[in-house]
């Protein structure tokens, strides 16, 4: 029964050091800094146009240049093989 109590608290320890230790390597390495507000004016009476937006995403079209499926070529079903009815061999 000691060497139970023994184990447990072993695993408990070892359990909690690794929390422990977590939480010090999140605080550690984590970045909190927040961004200051600038203290220079702004002026309020320039205009500013805006650019134009081009798209980001492009369409993809099938068998295009930015297909991303390969060629599929078949095999010959060989002589064992009648034909190939749904991807499957028949005899």
Do not use: W, Y
Request: hydrophobic residues 30%; proline residues 9%.
């Amino acid at each position: 029964m000691k060497t139970e109590r023994i184990v447990r608290r072993v695993a408990l320890v070892a359990g909690g050091g690794a929390v422990v230790a977590m939480v010090m390597l999140n605080a550690g390495c984590g970045t909190s800094s927040k961004e200051e507000p600038s203290t220079t004016p702004s002026s309020t009476t320039s205009q500013s146009t805006s650019p134009a937006v081009s798209p980001t995403e492009k369409v993809i079209t099938p068998g295009g240049d930015q297909s991303f499926s390969p060629t599929i070529k078949p095999h010959n079903p060989g002589s064992s093989c009648e034909k190939i009815v749904g991807g499957t061999c028949v005899r």
